[in-house]
């Protein structure tokens, strides 16, 4: 008995030996496996922790670059916008108060709309504010005019002056400074600005934006909120605008903090990063990511700016010396706690690991041949499956109830760059893969359908690779179930359809373009009144209407068309409906928009035919031209005023000719008739006949000084007077002409109002402007107002008469004439300073001609404005001068030396008649003439040195040498000699530098010739 116990003892004792040795074995081998992997999955995890860090802190700092690169793009666009904005452009160089007003509104709404600007400013080229809106907190206001401020000598500002129309300055990036003092609390800011340049290429000063900056770093410190690293951003200096210390920041900015940099700091960090524009780099266990933002493109300028309120910029800075550096640091005691964050529980998990590795070998070990089988079973499905899933080109996965990968096929590699093994160890890595902004939306699939709350179900996403490149995904699940109706989990799969994204995503930017763009659409049915069939949605921002108001018939398109293109728009169509046509371009014409605005298009028309050739549709895009049409038609208006003065200055070259010639004629005449009256008896008729034609001629002389009037060659007695009182003599030679029905009222300045003029031809000037005003009340009742002032005016307002070299911006002292009278046509005022021009009868029209040829010699200029029936204001204008009037004094008690008039004198003149008559003149004042035709003849006669000359007269325009080239030649031979010019022109037209000793106008008489010779000889 006790033999037999034993005996099954030991058999039993064997089975648990043979069990106990395999599953030694069995969990030996499992356990090292187990812990092998489980090592190597807490290396990869690890590693991919931080290749995921370093993914992530590269991305986030990439975006963050992009940002910042995109804001000041939309900065550029807004300044772009203010300094070419032909609207506020006019405004600004009218330049008076009320369009500054105007101009501030505008920047006002600006900065309302934008809320990133601390201040929006106007400086005009010397450097004070005309304009600045401040942000306040986001309460926008315009600053009054008393509390602008002075900005001259700011770098800012002189940095901005010099560059070119076509590019921007941007500042360093610092803390602002009012009052010499940085602004506390501190107000980081940029400042953006660009010259405002008229049509002139003058300067009138420049926009000026003061960014916040403060966005930039808010945007930083809530992607610092979100990412393991400590976000910095540094300047080229290795300054932190940005950093983990505030005390640290902007150094640079105080003198006593040079030294808090991280070129100071990390002067190794720093030297490794100005090498590279991005990278990844460690020191001393530290990570540091890093990446570049150039802000200076092409046609961007900046300088190295100043601490200080005026101290100038050292130098300007090129686009690879000008940049900031985004910088994310974690310290090497962060980083390695985000890479290995659960330690401890690693180390329990894998206990837990190995005692439940030891039960289930221990079991596997009871149940082993029924698991051999199974397995066998097993690998032949398997088999079958993975036929199937391992070739699959889709990236298909098998998510078990409880959340794990049961299998993932090999070509999630090709599509995410890792391995299915990622996948099996990690379930999560899938979402850490996926981009952070969608996230959320996985982990919410993911949660509803292993909760089995959807049966099958598609989301879009996008996915970083491993190589960090962004991929879409389209993916799909659905429930899988045995055949005993077992939930076995998910059936996943997912798509590459990055390529199908971008173009969808293409095509609807180019929809989305299209829809907002100036072309609009129309489908127009071949009926009467062309019903409406379809319109794009972007009508409404060309004419105002609803793309429902033209399909629902309650606007009909050929209603909006302008009445007077009506007609020409349906020949069009008619036209070319009957010759076959496929498409065709209307000549642009006119649409009324529904607030009655109008607007120009260019009608691109595409004719639709049925298979039969009847036309059934008419397919229309509309292009909004209007500024074109606003843009040629300024190009034909710039044409015309060129073609006017080309003309004006023909006749000014004609008159001056005729004038000369006239004065040399008259020379003739009226010299010979002096020396008639000389030699008739003084009691005869003969004699009293000469003295009346001598009058008569004098008179008739006149009309050359007139022409010379015109053209601007008059000589001028220059002196300063008062207008005022100018105009208070021409209203007392004209008083006779004033009617009862007329009120004069004058006011005159105070203080008094001084100018730098000609008495005689500036009071002819007013005596013109007052007749006219006289004339225009034609003895009906009403008031003729003289007031005076000073101001600025810019010559693009002045006539077209006055548009030369000659005039030029500035203040000028005015005398301002208005009248109640007829007023003038806008015909009429165009062509006011034409010479014999005028609407009253034959023989007048040259007074405001002659006006002009005085104001241009006095470099001034006549402005008049004029609305018919209303009356007509004219504004006399002259350069200002001083408020003080100079006294001249004459001695006219001192006694004139007498001069003896004879010796030998030249006359040289190419006229016949006027050489007669010099010499006659010249013989009866004592002298013995020898005479020449031409400035040669003249130069041979001094240089051959057989005549002792006294002085020398010589015409001006003669043939083979005029006379400035010959008073110049006889000049080297004899500098002693004196000599006298005379000529039909101004001795103003004569060229600086070469004066003469005197200077005699023709016509002249012989007194005149006699007090000619007297001054030049005494």
């Not at 009926?527 to 921002?541: G, I, L, M, T, Y």
């Not at 000369?660 to 000389?678: E, I, S, Y």
């Not at 107002?785 to 548009?803: H, K, L, N, W």
């Not at 004094?889 to 010099?918: K, R």
Request: hydrophobic share 35%; charged share 25%; net charge negative.
């Amino acid at each position: 008995m006790s033999n037999a116990i034993s005996q099954v003892s030991s058999t039993e004792l064997q089975k648990q030996r043979g069990r106990l040795k395999y599953f030694s074995v069995l969990f030996i081998s499992s356990l090292t496996v187990v812990a092998c992997i489980s090592l190597a999955f807490y290396f990869t995890a690890q590693h991919s922790r931080q290749k995921v860090i370093e993914h992530q802190e590269l991305f986030s700092i990439s975006q963050q670059e992009r940002i910042i690169r995109n804001d000041i793009k939309a900065i550029i666009a807004d300044l772009l916008l203010l300094v070419n904005h032909h609207h506020l452009h006019s405004e600004f160089e009218k330049d008076d108060d009320n369009s500054f007003d105007t101009v501030a509104e505008e920047f006002l709404i600006f900065s309302q709309q934008k809320k990133i600007y601390d201040q929006v400013r106007f400086i005009d080229h010397t450097g004070m504010e005309q304009i600045r809106i401040n942000y306040n907190d986001g309460t926008p206001a315009i600053v009054p005019t008393e509390k602008l401020q002075f900005k001259g000598e700011r770098y800012y500002f002189k940095d901005t002056l010099k560059i070119q129309a076509d590019e921007i300055f941007i500042s360093p990036f610092d803390l602002n400074i009012e009052q010499g003092v940085i602004e506390e609390p501190r107000k980081p800011m940029i400042r953006f600005g660009a010259p405002v340049i008229n049509n002139k290429d003058e300067k009138l000063g420049i926009i000026m934006l003061n960014y916040l900056g403060a966005a930039i770093l808010e945007d930083m410190y809530e992607s610092k909120a979100q990412a393991p690293g400590h976000r910095s951003l540094l300047n080229q200096g290795g300054y932190w605008l940005l950093g983990p210390d505030r005390e640290k920041e902007w150094g640079f900015m105080y003198s006593d903090k040079s030294d808090l940099s991280l070129a100071h700091h990390r002067p190794q960090v720093w030297e490794n990063m100005k090498q590279r524009d991005s990278g990844l780099l460690y020191e001393n266990g530290d990570m540091y990511i890093f990446d570049t933002i150039y802000p200076l493109k092409e046609g961007l300028k900046s300088s190295t700016g100043s601490r200080k309120a005026y101290q100038q910029s050292t130098k300007s800075l090129s686009a690879h010396e000008y940049y900031w550096k985004i910088v994310s640091h974690i310290p090497r005691n962060e980083l390695n706690r985000l890479l290995h964050p659960n330690f401890s529980r690693y180390l329990l998990a894998n206990g837990l690991l190995a005692l439940l590795i030891g039960v289930g070998c221990w079991l596997i070990a009871g149940f082993r041949l029924k698991q051999l089988q199974a397995e066998q079973n097993v690998k032949k499905s398997e088999q079958k499956f993975r036929t199937v899933a391992d070739f699959s080109y889709d990236w298909d996965t098998w998510l078990t109830p409880d959340g794990r990968y049961a299998y993932v096929s090999p070509s999630c590699e090709r599509v995410t760059g890792y391995p299915p093994k990622y996948f099996l160890d990690n379930p999560d890595f899938f979402l850490e893969i996926v981009h952070p902004d969608d996230r959320q939306l996985l982990t919410t699939h993911r949660l509803n359908h292993l909760k089995r709350t959807h049966e099958k179900d598609e989301v879009n996403f996008r996915i970083i690779m491993k190589s960090g490149e962004i991929r879409w995904i389209w993916h799909q699940c659905q429930p899988a179930y045995s055949e005993d109706g077992e939930w076995l989990g998910r059936r996943t799969t997912n798509r590459d359809v990055t390529e199908k994204h971008k173009i969808e995503t293409a095509l609807q930017r180019e929809r989305d373009m299209f829809l907002h763009g100036p072309v609009a659409t129309f489908t127009w049915q071949n009926r009467e009144h062309w019903p409406v069939e379809q319109v794009s949605a972007n009508v409404f921002d060309i004419l105002g209407y609803k793309s429902d108001e033209f399909l629902d018939g309650s606007v009909v398109y050929a209603e909006c068309i302008h009445p007077d293109d009506l007609d020409q728009v349906m020949q069009e169509v008619m036209n070319h409906s009957k010759s076959g046509d496929k498409s065709f371009i209307h000549h642009p014409y006119r649409l009324l928009s529904k607030s009655g605005e109008t607007l120009w298009v260019l009608d691109t028309t595409t004719i639709v035919r049925d298979n039969n050739g009847k036309i059934t549709h008419y397919l229309g895009y509309l292009v909004d031209i209007s500024e074109q049409k606003r843009q040629e038609q300024l190009v034909l208006e710039s044409s015309r005023q060129q073609e006017e003065l080309k003309r004006l200055e023909s006749l000014k070259t004609m008159a001056g000719a005729i004038a000369h010639r006239f004065n040399n004629a008259m020379m003739a005449v009226q010299g010979n008739l002096d020396l008639l009256t000389m030699t008739l008896p003084g009691d005869s008729n003969e004699h009293q006949m000469a003295l009346s034609a001598a009058q008569a001629a004098r008179g008739a002389s006149q009309v050359g000084s007139m022409m010379l009037s015109y053209v601007g060659q008059n000589s001028l007695q220059l002196i300063p007077l008062s207008i005022a009182d100018i105009v208070q003599e021409s209203v007392a030679a004209l008083k006779n002409q004033f009617q009862p029905s007329i009120t004069l009222q004058f006011i005159p300045p105070e203080p008094a109002l001084y100018c730098s003029a000609d008495q005689l031809q500036i009071k002819e000037v007013i005596e013109n402007i007052l007749t006219n005003a006289i004339e225009s009340l034609n003895d009906e009742t009403g008031t003729i107002e003289i007031t005076f002032g000073t101001d600025y005016f810019a010559s693009e307002t002045f006539p077209v008469a006055f548009q030369d070299d000659t005039i030029q911006d500035g203040r000028y002292v005015f005398c301002q004439i208005k009248d109640t009278g007829h007023g003038i046509t806008p015909e009429n005022l165009l062509r006011i300073f034409e010479p014999f021009y005028t609407t009253k009868f034959v023989g007048r029209g040259l007074g405001l001609a002659l006006t002009v040829g005085i104001m241009q010699s006095h470099h001034g200029a006549i402005t008049v404005e004029s609305v018919l029936d209303q009356g007509t204001t004219v504004r006399l204008l002259l350069p200002v001068t001083a408020s003080t009037q100079q006294t001249i004094a004459f001695d006219s008690a001192a006694p004139s030396e007498t001069v003896q008039l004879s010796g030998n004198i030249l006359l040289a003149d190419d006229e016949e008649m006027v050489l007669e008559v010099g010499t006659k003149m010249l013989e009866i004042l004592g002298f013995t003439v020898h005479t020449a035709r031409n400035g040669q003849e003249a130069l041979d006669k001094i240089r051959s040195h057989t005549t002792d000359f006294r002085a020398a007269v010589l015409d001006i325009s003669m043939p083979v040498m005029d006379g400035i080239e010959a008073m110049d030649a006889i000049r080297k031979i004899d500098p002693a000699l004196p000599i006298l010019l005379g000529s039909g022109y101004s001795e103003e037209d004569l060229p600086s530098g070469n004066k003469p000793d005197a200077f005699l106008s023709k016509p002249f008489q012989l007194p005149d010739m006699q007090s000619s010779l007297e001054k030049l000889l005494s």
